[in-house]
Nanobody, 126 residues
Framework: QVQLVESGGGLVQAGGSLRLSCAAS????????MGWFRQAPGKEREFVAL????????NYADSVKGRFTVSRDNAENTVYLQMNSLKAEDTGVYYC???????????????????WGQGTQVTVSS
């Protein structure tokens, strides 16, 4: 049984920073690409960032490039999302997800991911 547990969300002023964590269990974490998605009220869940199984390849949505950094620690089975220069439009529930296939080279779509965390709320006040 795969479990993904996010933490680190909260309320922050515009321009501030937050670091999200996602702890994984139940699967060989180091074999899977991990993704971060977010969902704002009334909007669809959207891709934010991904990191491949080794941590050597990352991709970001244009809206967060240069502000967010995704990383992972395979020894700790944890993936992180460092969010800097936060804006009001970054507000939403942030989810981590584990890719459905090992050693995947892409993963921009929600349908590429089999397992999801419960989400953590990020609220940025302007």
């Amino acid at each position: 049984q795969v479990q993904l547990v996010e933490s680190g969300g909260g309320l922050v002023q515009a321009g501030g920073s937050l670091r999200l964590s996602c702890a994984a269990s139940g699967r060989t974490f180091s074999s899977y690409t991990m993704g971060w998605f977010r969902q704002a009220p009334g909007k669809e869940r959207e891709f934010v960032a991904l990191i491949n199984w080794r941590g050597g390849t990352t991709n970001y949505a244009d809206s967060v490039k240069g502000r967010f950094t995704v990383s992972r620690d395979n020894a700790e089975n944890t993936v992180y999302l460092q969010m800097n220069s936060l804006k009001a439009e970054d507000t939403g529930v942030y989810y981590c997800a584990m890719h459905s296939k090992p050693f995947a080279v892409s993963g921009f779509e929600r349908t590429s991911y089999s397992y999801w965390g419960q989400g953590t709320q990020v609220t940025v006040s302007s």
